[in-house]
């Protein structure tokens, strides 16, 4: 099984080590290609105003001067000529990629772009809520959760999103199937300073948000300690809001 790792926290975070020593216990075909510099937030950003460069670091290891997306997307066209890898898997993000966070996640775009060539693509993220317990819950937990999706047939333009709990591995309570949650309406701080040529700047931070935890959700999961497997559909389209809407514009 050929398997592309990629990210969107760089080729040297700590959570790219974490999935190529897991990534080595489920095939010897594994192949990273992941941006050179940390993405977090790039969401499913492509770079189309300047060039990128494709970086290799031996031991078919690479680095793209770009996204995440840039990074799945030169990968498959410059390392995989000859045919697609059977897995795109994304990660293992430091932090939580849970509910709307979706949206913006460099992580969860990466196994987009790899759906969207048609490659069953998997997510990982782990929360940390700098409890200090680092990638030990994905560490232990992650061949248990994607062995069982290794043989499965994925719908097209899918992706699983996985969410380990900021939790010591002897103390994730499980797995969960669910959907996706939402956040309570919060865009973290902005803190605004000035420069040192006196112009104001502003810095988006992020904080964690106190939820309504509806039931059934990614966000209910990992807050009652079990990890969250959620599939979610790149089509976006509100499905039951077609018919009134056509009514309008019949
Ligand atoms: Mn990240």
């Known amino acids: 099984m050929r398997i592309l790792l990629t990210n969107d926290d760089g080729i040297n975070a700590p959570g790219m080590a974490v999935l190529e020593a ?6 010897d ?35 793209v001067t770009g996204t995440p997306t840039d990074s799945v997307n030169l990968g498959l066209s410059k390392l995989f000529a000859g045919g697609k890898p059977d897995l795109i898997i994304s990660g293992i993000n430091n932090g939580e990629n849970l509910a709307d966070d979706v949206t913006y996640s460099g992580t969860i775009s990466a196994a987009m772009e790899g759906a969207l060539a048609g490659i069953p693509a998997i997510a990982l993220s782990q929360a940390t809520r700098d409890r200090g317990h680092g990638f030990a819950a994905a560490e232990a937990w992650a061949e248990k959760v994607l062995r069982p999706l290794l043989d499965m047939q994925m719908a097209k333009r899918t992706v699983i999103n996985v969410n380990f709990p900021a939790l010591p591995a002897e103390e994730v309570r499980g797995i969960r199937v669910t959907r996706q949650g939402f956040h309570d309406y919060s865009r973290g701080s902005v803190v605004e300073g000035v420069d040192p040529r006196g112009r104001p700047y502003y810095w988006f931070g992020l904080e964690d948000v106190e939820h ?18 959620t599939p979610l559909q790149l089509d976006l389209t509100h499905h039951a809001a077609i018919g009134a809407l056509a009514e309008r514009f019949a």
């Open 212 to 229: 309504t935890l509806d039931h059934g959700t990614d966000l209910e999961a990992v807050n009652d300690g079990y990890i969250s497997i």
């Open 29 to 63: 075909d594994v192949t990273v290609c992941a941006p050179a510099e940390e993405n977090s937030g790039a969401g499913h950003s492509l770079t189309l105003h300047m060039p990128v460069r494709l970086r290799e670091h031996g031991g078919r290891r690479y680095s």
């Open 22 to 27: 897991i990534a080595a216990r489920l095939s």
